[in-house]
């Protein structure tokens, strides 16, 4: 081995990144949250370097141009944010990037389910396939999981009262989502109909109830909740937030291990071919537990931590995209988007802001499979995902296979935490205190887990954390 070789791969404790006073804080990955940690922190003036294993910012907010024609786009990660994400408002505020209300859909929304495929225009009541009350055929899956959610969240009250998570939080997380829809009255044929049509359900057998109401208020319910996205692609937001944050961010750095020392932490990092030791004061550390895994503590983490970290589950997702040479759903006066019992689940228009209305211009569909469905998407080849895409396609939107141009995908194994029965009142207490001089932030350790704004503000709580120690 010739001697630069082997001295890169040597361990080098770097100089201290210390300013005099002031904690230096290394963050460990550049998702939102530690975009935010990084940001606030920085702006308070402590030293910071974020490390992120990428060669880019923004974690799971990822916005794919390739191969689309025409300066289309879709977005492989997060998709929307509602009115009440007040932290991605504000930082989209500030640092000038245009974050614009999703238009209300005007046109049929397309079902195919129980091999059948429909129509229901906005605002009317759909002919559903399924025995549901009066009641609930008149609200549509969408208003039945509204109208719950909604009250549930009233019970709970408010994520800022002291206790929140102790009384009725604590209640509903020792429920699975599909139990808390039969205890509020959802009929046995209104829970198999919000499998395939609702976000957040497709492990509605084993995620806690919490979750689904924490998360599900992020994600456009309550109906009125208005959805907001970056025209251009969501990325904008993670990019002007890196872009602030400048050579501070360390691209290429995978972090192997976290050493607490007395008065300090180090921390090993993978840069290329060289291993390289950061000492610093403080660590917010943002990896998603499904990564963390793989990084070595010294010493073990205590034992609450320890355990959410070997077993946090996580949602599948398998995103595939359709490159069409037209948008030739509009043919028929009917929206892109479509709900299907068949491997697509949800299909999606993207762009989510459309770049045009034109019949003749070339368009995206996007397939959105959660759950046990992505799992088994995922076993399949890519040829073979996008021959049974397509067929599943053709039944939703008839023309499929004509309009077809080509086709790419994306396939997460950790689109979003998914917490089991009982385990967010046991853990999230536990995980929001720091561990020595390791903070942790990321979606899975906010009040309102799997979403964009839960990274955010994640993030900000913990640089908090530090500030005001
Ligand atoms: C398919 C999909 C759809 C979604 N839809 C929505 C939606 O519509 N609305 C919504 O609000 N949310 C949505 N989300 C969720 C949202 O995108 C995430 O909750 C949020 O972006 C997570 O941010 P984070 O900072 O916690 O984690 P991440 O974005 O995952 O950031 C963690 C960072 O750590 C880096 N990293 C990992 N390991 C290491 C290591 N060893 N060393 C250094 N760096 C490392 C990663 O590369 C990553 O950049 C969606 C997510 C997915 C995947």
């Known amino acids: 081995m010739r001697r630069r070789t082997f001295l890169s791969l040597l361990p080098a404790v770097t100089a201290p990144l210390l300013a005099k006073g002031r904690d230096r804080v290394l963050v460990l990955g550049a998702g939102l949250s530690g975009l935010a940690a990084a940001l606030e922190l920085s702006e308070a003036g402590h030293p910071v370097t974020v490390l992120e294993t990428r060669q880019i910012p923004g974690g799971r907010v990822l916005t794919l141009r390739t191969p689309f024609a025409g300066g289309l786009y879709a977005e492989a990660g997060g998709i929307a944010f509602p009115d009440n994400a007040t932290?991605?408002?504000?930082?989209?505020?500030?640092?000038?990037?245009?974050?614009?209300?999703?238009?209300?859909?005007?046109?049929?929304?397309?079902?195919?389910?129980?091999?059948?495929?429909?129509?229901?225009?906005?605002?009317?009541?759909?002919?559903?396939?399924?025995?549901?009350?009066?009641?609930?055929?008149?609200?549509?899956?969408?208003?039945?999981?509204?109208?719950i959610v909604t009250k549930l969240n009233t019970d709970m009250g408010p994520r800022t009262k002291p206790n929140w998570l102790q009384n009725a939080g604590k209640r509903f997380d020792r429920m699975a989502t599909i139990d808390m829809l039969r205890n509020n009255g959802a009929s046995a044929e209104a829970q198999e109909l919000l499998r395939w049509t609702a976000w957040y359900t497709a492990s509605a057998d084993t995620q806690s109830a919490l979750q689904a109401v924490l998360s599900g208020m992020m994600i456009g319910l309550p109906q009125e909740q208005a959805a907001h996205a970056v025209p251009g692609g969501n990325d904008a937001l993670p990019k002007a937030m890196a872009a602030k944050l400048g050579k501070r961010i360390r691209y290429n750095a995978t972090v192997t291990r976290i050493q607490q020392l007395k008065d300090k932490v180090r921390v090993t990092v993978r840069e290329g071919n060289a291993i390289r030791t950061l000492e610093?004061?403080?660590?917010?550390?943002?990896?998603?537990?499904?990564?963390?895994?793989?990084?070595?503590?010294?010493?073990?983490?205590?034992?609450?931590?320890?355990?959410?970290?070997?077993?946090?589950?996580?949602?599948?997702?398998?995103?595939?995209?359709?490159?069409?040479?037209?948008?030739?759903?509009?043919?028929?006066?009917?929206?892109?988007?479509?709900?299907?019992?068949?491997?697509?689940?949800?299909?999606?228009?993207?762009?989510?802001?459309?770049?045009?209305?034109?019949?003749?211009?070339?368009?995206?569909?996007?397939?959105?499979?959660?759950?046990?469905?992505?799992?088994?998407?995922?076993?399949?080849?890519?040829?073979?995902?996008?021959?049974?895409?397509?067929?599943?396609?053709?039944?939703?939107?008839?023309?499929?296979?004509?309009?077809?141009?080509?086709?790419?995908?994306?396939?997460?194994d950790n689109a979003y935490s998914k917490y089991e029965l009982g385990q967010f009142s046991a853990w999230y207490p536990e995980l929001i205190k720091p561990e020595g001089l390791v903070y942790f932030a990321g979606e899975h350790i906010s009040t309102l887990p799997g979403t964009m704004e839960g990274a955010l503000e994640s993030g900000i709580r913990a640089a908090n954390d530090i500030l005001h120690r």
């Open 280 to 412: 610093a004061d403080r660590i917010v550390c943002t990896l998603p537990f499904s990564a963390l895994r793989e990084v070595e503590f010294t010493p073990v983490l205590s034992k609450v931590k320890a355990e959410a970290v070997a077993q946090l589950k996580y949602e599948n997702v398998t995103r595939l995209f359709f490159q069409m040479k037209r948008r030739y759903w509009a043919d028929a006066r009917v929206s892109g988007d479509a709900s299907t019992d068949t491997s697509l689940m949800q299909v999606l228009e993207e762009p989510r802001h459309p770049m045009t209305t034109g019949v003749d211009s070339p368009g995206i569909l996007e397939a959105y499979t959660q759950g046990p469905g992505a799992l088994s998407m995922k076993s399949y080849s890519t040829e073979e995902r996008v021959r049974i895409g397509l067929n599943d396609l053709e039944l939703v939107h008839p023309g499929a296979h004509r309009e077809f141009v080509s086709a790419t995908h994306q396939v997460w």
């Open 87 to 147: 932290n991605a408002l504000r930082y989209a505020r500030d640092l000038h990037v245009e974050m614009k209300r999703l238009p209300e859909s005007t046109t049929p929304h397309i079902y195919y389910l129980r091999g059948r495929r429909f129509r229901v225009n906005p605002g009317e009541p759909g002919d559903w396939p399924y025995q549901l009350t009066p009641k609930e055929a008149a609200l549509g899956p969408d208003g039945i999981l509204a109208g």
